[in-house]
């Protein structure tokens, strides 16, 4: 017979001892993690009266695979929606806690000695709670559907981001030594580069090969194509110098938008499981209580600053975020103790030899005592806001009521500003960080791998430059394109507002000009000041392209798929009825009437030189010229005082263009008061039917004439006598879409005319 490996009879006995463990902590209503930590130490050297594991570092192995699995699952948790939906609270509290918390985890440390490396390991240990052991107690107490949970674990969602840009600053003062300022801020920002461009290019790709490949994906390819895709991003990560984690994090959250996400979760839960198991068991291995006895009041002074600290800055931060002290408290008092990531941290300072052998133990101490008192603390939370809005001053209390009742009570203007200045960044941002990295991409990699091929310096470098001004050709003019839509209304409600367009504007230009200098100075020294000079007139060009424009927004429209897919599953598979799933369309878009002065300036123009569906994004669906109605009229149509436009939009554009058109004497009929397209269709009665407006939905398939052509091309008003309202691609609705958009097989597109119209479709076969 072959004798057994000594690994397989470790983890018998790791396993073994495991069971009775968690069993036992099962049955005194104490969380898991802990039944794993007292196995690990009963399997460890210490305990000699039971068997003892042989070989430490394959158990080790398994416990880095384990922590490669423990970061996936919780990536599988996080998506960036969800990040969306803290909102400000979790933000804050997070962010006060992690500042407050860390920074007297550092002064402690010196005070009792330690030195820098131990000091600054153990502030950022402290930050960090335990996201398994909040909502353990919180599900045990039934308090999950109480309104602190939430905010509980938002802030936990922002905490754990939190740990792994720590993670790396940690690996950068580690390796240096020192606290370099400079190394900091690169590192920093290549993090966060690299981060942005993996979500980016993973938003983009991932999802949608797994569409492509959905009819293959049965339980055994999904799991290991997750499997594949954690490992694979956990070694990409690593060989451009992050860390394994963050990798196996990234490539989580990646499939967490995905519609796939649930049953990747359910696959790989076991996995997870096992090895998570592993992990929290090496930890107790660390245990040893000669040295826990040594240092218990250190112990017992970091379990106590641990409480009364989180307790103080977490409600601290809810506070200042507008949330009341009855869901500040609580949601604070669930994250009072120190959590797994603080294994993970500690176990980065072991592995990098920078910290002291005797930390370990110690935070491990620290976080058995505080998951200990976590839901005694939970059950003292309403006691303590009581004893709270007993001492504190009434005027404080009444400053607290109005700041939790003015949150979210913001102006319109600055509701506008808002949408305006997140539209502006995300397109900013989105192709800036795509440039960047082409940029970086480029010289730090296609160069040298270049320069090795070729073995001839100039080829290499002309061919690295052709191709990144080829992307960048691409990029640039997207990240310039503006949509007019905020921007409109805000140039037109103060001339203070201009101003800060303009500089956004101006801002926006030269990152593009700098974007496109960049490449040629440093790969080739040429002149920056003639390089920004040639720039321009191309850069402009570009960004007047219809061509490009196209692309642009079918890739932005497919991001955006990739990017909702999740919720936009959810949402249409709620939905019960075509009528229902589609509801978005009549109640997003909205009409007014216009009627045209008897002295109309424009008077004679025709629709298409006032070309105000490309330049306004809104469309005239109804021209009333005495008791005449043309629906859908054609672009050669001329204007005269009097006619009656009916003018169709979002409510911002809609808004915008009556604004505009006041300058040229037009006025709303009656009050002038919007009404969504839904009800302007069902408000017909009394316009004889031949002449009423109908709105139906076609699906565009492969072969048919529109396939392949942009909105502006695709001949929908002469060949169908209809408008194109808006279309679904991938269930993501796109109301009012871009001339320039590309048509594509799979679209649902939503057409409004007459019966004219209806007549032509059913004669091709389009209706049912």
């Known amino acids: 017979m072959h004798e057994i490996p000594t690994l397989i009879t470790d983890l018998t006995i ?42 430490i570092s394959s158990i080790e192995v398994w416990s880095d695979i384990g922590v490669i699995f423990l970061m996936f699952g919780l990536g599988l948790e996080f998506s960036l929606h969800k990040m969306a939906e803290v909102g400000v609270p979790g933000f804050l509290s997070a962010g006060v806690q992690a500042v407050g918390m860390g920074g007297l985890g550092v002064l402690l440390g010196f005070a009792m000695g330690w030195g820098p490396m131990n000091s600054i390991f ?41 740990a792994i840009f720590a993670m790396v600053v940690l690996s950068t003062i580690a390796v240096s030594q020192s606290i370099s300022g400079w190394a900091l801020a690169e590192r920093m920002g290549l993090l966060i580069l690299y ?42 990560a690593e060989e451009i110098g992050l860390s394994t984690e963050l990798g196996a994090f990234l490539a989580g959250s990646l499939l967490a938008g995905t519609v796939h996400a649930e049953r990747v979760e359910h696959l790989v839960t076991p996995c997870k499981n096992l090895f998570g198991a592993v992990f929290f068991i090496s930890v107790g291995f660390m245990v040893q209580p000669a040295m826990i006895v040594q240092y ?55 592995s990098l030899s920078v910290t002291g052998a005797f930390l370990y133990p110690i935070i491990v101490a620290v976080s058995v005592i505080t998951t200990f008192t976590t839901p005694f603390l939970l059950k003292l939370a309403g006691p303590m806001t009581q004893a709270l809005e007993r001492v504190l001053p009434r005027t ?135 390089m920004a000079g040639a720039a321009l007139p191309v850069i402009w060009m570009a960004t007047h392209s219809q061509t490009l424009a196209g692309r642009y927004l079918e890739l932005e429209a497919r991001f955006l798929a990739n990017f909702n897919e999740r919720k936009l ?73 009097g006619d009656r436009l009916v003018v169709m939009g979002d409510r911002i554009q809609v808004e915008n263009f009556c604004l505009q058109q006041t300058q040229d004497g037009v006025r709303p009929l009656d009050d002038g008061a919007l009404m ?36 502006r091309d695709s001949g929908i008003k002469t060949d169908w006598s209809a408008f194109l309202i808006g279309l679904e691609r991938d269930l993501l609705p796109i109301p009012s879409p871009d001339p320039s958009l590309t048509l594509r097989s799979g679209d649902l597109l939503w057409v409004m005319g007459s019966q004219e119209m209806a007549g032509k479709l059913l004669r091709l076969g389009l209706l049912d």
Not at 146 to 157: N, P, Y
Not at 413 to 425: A, C, I, M, P
């Open 676 to 711: 969504t397209l839904k009800d302007y269709i069902n408000g017909q009665e009394g316009i004889p039917e031949a002449k009423q407006l109908l709105c139906c939905g076609v699906s565009l398939e492969k072969k048919m004439p529109q396939e392949g052509k942009s909105v």
């Open 569 to 641: 599953a959810a949402r249409f598979g709620q939905a019960q009825g075509d009528r229902e799933v589609h509801q978005w369309l009549t109640q997003q878009l909205y009409v007014v009437t216009l009627v045209c002065p008897p002295d109309y300036v424009q008077a004679g123009r025709t629709l298409h030189d006032l070309d105000w569906g490309r330049r306004d994004h809104v469309n005239v669906i109804q021209l009333q010229r005495g008791t005449e109605r043309r629906n859908i009229p054609e672009g050669d149509e001329a204007l005269r005082s």
């Open 14 to 55: 790791i396993l073994a001892i495991a069971a009775v463990t968690t069993l036992l902590c099962k049955k005194i209503n104490l969380p898991s993690v802990l039944g794993y930590i007292l196995a690990g130490f009963l399997a460890g050297p210490v305990v000699a009266f039971l068997p003892t594991i042989e070989d």
């Open 296 to 350: 218990i009041l250190p112990i017992l002074l970091l379990a106590a600053v641990s409480i009364v600290g989180k307790l103080l800055f977490l409600t601290l931060g809810a506070v200042a975020a507008g949330k009341p002290l009855e869901d500040a408290v609580p949601a604070a008092a669930a994250q009072t103790q120190v959590g797994e990531f603080s294994f993970i941290i500690a176990g980065l300072g072991q």
């Open 396 to 530: 404080w209390l009444a400053a607290l009521d109005r700041r939790a009742q003015s949150r979210g009570k913001d102006p319109e203007e600055r509701k506008d500003w808002v949408h305006f200045l997140r539209g502006y960044f995300k397109s900013f941002g989105l192709y800036g960080i795509l440039a960047v990295g082409a940029i970086l991409l480029g010289v730090r990699s296609l160069l040298p791998f270049l320069v090795g091929v070729l073995e001839n310096l100039a080829a290499a470098e002309a061919i690295t430059c052709v191709g990144i001004y080829l992307v960048l050709a691409f990029l640039l003019p997207a990240m310039l394109r503006m949509r007019k839509r905020y921007f409109t209304s805000l140039w037109l409600d103060k001339v203070s507002n201009r101003v800060i367009l303009l500089a956004l504007m101006i801002l926006r230009m030269g990152a593009a000009v700098l974007l496109a200098v960049v490449p040629a100075v440093v790969i080739f020294q040429v002149n920056p000041w003639w």
């Open 122 to 162: 153990l502030g950022v240990m402290l930050a960090m709670s335990s996201t398994m052991i909040t909502m353990k107690s919180i599900e045990d107490l039934g308090l999950k559907d109480q309104r602190f949970s939430d905010l509980a674990m938002g802030t936990l969602v922002i905490e754990d981001i939190i």
């Open 195 to 236: 981060l942005a461009l993996w979500l980016i290019l993973g938003i983009f790709l991932v999802p949608t090969l797994m569409k492509k490949l959905v009819g293959l994906m049965n339980d055994e390819v999904l799991l290991i194509f997750s499997l594949g895709l954690c490992f694979l991003m956990a070694i990409l």
